[in-house]
């Protein structure tokens, strides 16, 4: 039982690139989440699915895009990365949203 | 914008002392969890308080809520250098399923 695992852990873009950050979780749990840490700061929603099939928005949704086709992965995307992009960021796991939340360990982001 | 705040940012003790932390915000909520995070890594999950419950512990951790006034403290009892970290409380609201972050607790536990 891996957990949640997300990959890559490190990444530097270059302004306009276009990436795809992974996220796995074995646990068939079916929220599954995308925060974003800034430095001091604490997590930040990004995008949110309660299901296959199914995703919404958090509170910081703007350039990023996600999916939910299988229970098992939740990728986030992002289409035209901006400096501003530059974060930390976890993908998320619990069995719904009221209960305790997994994390992955964390795929830190630079985007020059 | 954060809507859990907690107080203080940052928290500095001597090995064996407690540390308190608060968080306060500012909806109905349908619970609250504490994390813990390690420079570099990812959270993870320390207590969950639901709405209706008051107190709540866990070895050397001691959860209260106060849902009167919106906000909630952690006890850490007897410190140990390994317990530094930082500490951030999130919470459900009472209508939502999404979970908010305060801004977190930055602990550094002195030997």
């Known amino acids: 039982n891996a957990g949640v695992t997300q990959t890559p852990k490190f990444q530097v873009l270059k302004t306009g690139q276009s990436m795809t950050l992974q996220c796995a979780q074995d646990m068939n749990h079916e929220y599954m989440s995308w925060y974003r840490q800034d430095p001091g700061m604490g997590l930040r929603l990004i995008h949110y699915?309660?299901?296959?099939?199914?995703?919404d928005q958090g509170e910081v949704p703007n350039g990023y895009n996600v999916s939910r086709s299988t229970t098992e992965d939740f990728p986030l995307r992002l289409l035209s990365a901006a400096p501003s992009q530059t974060s930390v960021y976890f993908c998320?796991?619990?069995?719904?949203?009221?209960?305790?939340?997994?994390f992955g360990e964390g795929s830190w982001l630079t985007v020059v | 914008s954060q809507q859990g705040e907690e107080d203080p940012q940052a928290l500095s003790i001597q090995e064996g002392e407690n540390a308190t932390m608060n968080c306060s915000y500012k909806?109905?909520?349908?619970?609250l969890q504490w994390y813990r995070q390690n420079s570099g890594r990812g959270l993870v999950h320390l207590i969950l308080i639901r709405s209706n419950e008051r107190e709540k512990h866990s070895g050397r951790l001691r959860v209260t809520l106060d849902t009167s006034k919106k906000s909630s403290s952690l006890l850490i009892t007897a410190s140990r250098a390994a317990d530094t970290a930082s500490y951030f409380c999130a919470f459900v609201k009472a209508a939502g399923n999404k979970l908010t972050f305060g801004g977190g607790t930055r602990v550094l536990v002195k030997p």
């Open positions: 699915s309660v299901g296959a099939g199914i995703t």
């Open positions: 909806t109905s909520i349908n619970n």
């Open positions: 998320a796991s619990s069995s719904n949203s009221g209960n305790t939340i997994y």
